[in-house]
C-alpha cells in the first residue's frame, strides 16, 4: 500500500510563501492524480487544486488561482505545493491526497499524507 | 458551484444506527464518497461510489444514493464511530470541481 508522507510543520509570516512536499513510499508520483485539501482549525476540508489527467495541465481551485502552484519531481517521487501571499486566514492543515482511478475519471482520495500545518502569523 | 448539504450533527446510541445525509440537486445521478475523520487525523475514505467500501472498512458501514439525497449508514454504532463525515462529488461544471460537503459530526452516547 502506497503511502504519502508530507513536509513538516511551518511557522510563517504574512506575505510570505510555504512550499509544502508530498513524497510517495513507491509507485510513480506522476502515475497519481495527486490534490491538495486544506482544513482551517475547526473547519471543513476544501479543495485547492491537483494535477489531474483528463486536464492535462495543473487544475486550480478558482480562489486559489495567482497564488498555488502544484509541480511533482518524477526523481524523487514527491508531489509540492507552493501557496504564495500567505494571509492568516491561511493557516491550516494541507493534505496531499491520491484520486483513486488517478483522476481519470475523477474519484475518490483513498490515501491521504498525514497533513502538514502551516501557522501564518506576525 | 454544486452544493452539498449536511447535517451540522447526529447523535446516536451505541448498537443503534447512524444515518447521515448529504443533499444536492439531483445528487443521484452522480457518485458520492464518504470520509470519516477522527480528531487530529486525516480523513479516511469509508464509502466510494456512492455504497462501496474499500479494503478493511466495516461491513457496518453502507450507502445509498438516489433523487436528491445521498445517506451513509453505520450500522451497530460503537464508540469508535465518533468522528466528523464528509461527503464528497465530482462535478466538472462547478469550482472547485472535487466538492465536499460540510461535514457532520457523530457523536455517541
Known amino acids: 500500500q502506497v503511502q504519502l508522507v508530507q513536509s513538516g510543520a511551518e511557522v510563517k509570516k504574512p506575505g510570505s510563501s510555504v512550499k509544502v512536499s508530498c513524497k510517495a513510499s513507491r509507485g510513480t508520483i506522476n502515475n497519481y492524480a495527486i490534490s491538495w485539501v486544506r482544513q482551517a482549525p475547526g473547519q471543513g476540508l476544501e479543495w485547492m487544486g491537483g494535477i489531474i489527467p483528463i486536464f492535462g495541465t495543473p487544475k486550480y481551485a478558482q480562489k486559489f488561482q495567482g497564488r498555488v502552484t502544484l509541480t511533482a519531481d518524477k526523481s524523487t517521487n514527491t508531489a509540492y505545493m507552493e501557496l504564495t501571499s500567505l494571509r492568516s486566514d491561511d493557516t491550516a492543515i494541507y493534505y496531499c491526497?491520491?484520486?483513486?482511478?488517478?483522476?481519470?475519471?475523477?474519484?475518490?482520495?483513498?490515501?491521504w499524507g498525514q497533513g502538514t500545518m502551516v501557522n501564518v502569523s506576525s | 458551484s454544486y452544493v452539498l448539504t449536511q447535517p451540522p450533527s447526529v447523535s446516536v446510541a451505541p448498537r443503534q444506527t447512524a444515518r447521515i445525509t448529504c443533499g444536492g440537486n439531483?445528487?443521484?445521478?452522480?457518485?458520492v464518497h464518504w470520509y470519516q475523520q477522527k480528531p487530529g487525523q486525516a480523513p479516511v475514505l469509508v464509502v466510494y461510489d456512492n455504497s462501496d467500501r474499500p479494503s478493511g472498512i466495516p461491513e457496518r458501514f453502507s450507502g445509498s444514493n438516489s433523487g436528491n439525497t445521498a445517506t451513509l449508514t453505520i450500522s451497530r454504532v460503537e464508540a469508535g464511530d465518533e468522528a466528523d463525515y464528509y461527503c464528497q462529488v465530482w462535478d466538472t461544471t462547478s469550482d472547485p470541481p472535487y466538492v465536499f460537503g460540510a461535514g457532520t459530526t457523530v457523536t455517541v452516547l
Open positions: 439531483n445528487i443521484g445521478s452522480k457518485s
Open positions: 491526497a491520491r484520486d483513486r482511478y488517478g483522476g481519470n475519471p475523477p474519484n475518490a482520495f483513498d490515501i
